[in-house]
């Protein structure tokens, strides 16, 4: 598979908004399920949010929930994260993340990850 991640807009302040989107490529199947993780350096990777293509059922972290919208784009294979309200604790390295297992419960992929990865984004959120 091929990802094409791409951040938009540039250098976020608290309380501001930014939206990653990412497109993949290299399968043909509309069964799967798509989302985002983050890292920051040192620490273990979390699972932000996670969105079935079949019925767009979308699952978050509880520290998101209500800023962060996860969606699927009318461009076939493209998954967007729209942040808003943003905190300096979101400052971190955002990832892309495909699985075809689409009948595991969403929140399981938060601990469980993804099988295919897209190359990571560093988000900067300054105070």
């Known amino acids: 598979l091929r990802f094409s991640c791409r951040r938009g807009g540039g250098l976020v302040q608290a309380g501001g908004s930014l939206r990653l989107s990412c497109v993949v490529s290299?399968?043909?199947?509309?069964?799967?399920?798509i989302g985002w993780y983050r890292q920051v350096p040192g620490k273990e990777r979390e699972g932000v949010s996670v969105?079935?293509?079949?019925?767009?059922?979308?699952d978050y972290m509880d520290s998101v929930k209500g800023r962060f919208t996860v969606s699927i784009g009318s461009a076939k294979n493209t998954v967007y994260l729209e942040m808003n309200s943003l905190k300096p604790e979101d400052t971190a390295v955002y990832y892309c993340?495909?699985?075809?297992?689409?009948?595991?419960?969403?929140?399981?992929?938060?601990?469980?990850?993804?099988?295919?990865w897209g190359k990571g984004t560093l988000d900067t959120v300054s105070s």
């Open positions: 969105i079935r293509r079949s019925d767009a059922i979308t």
């Open positions: 993340a495909l699985d075809f297992n689409s009948r595991l419960p969403l929140h399981a992929f938060h601990n469980l990850g993804m099988t295919y």
């Open positions: 290299g399968f043909i199947y509309d069964d799967y399920v």
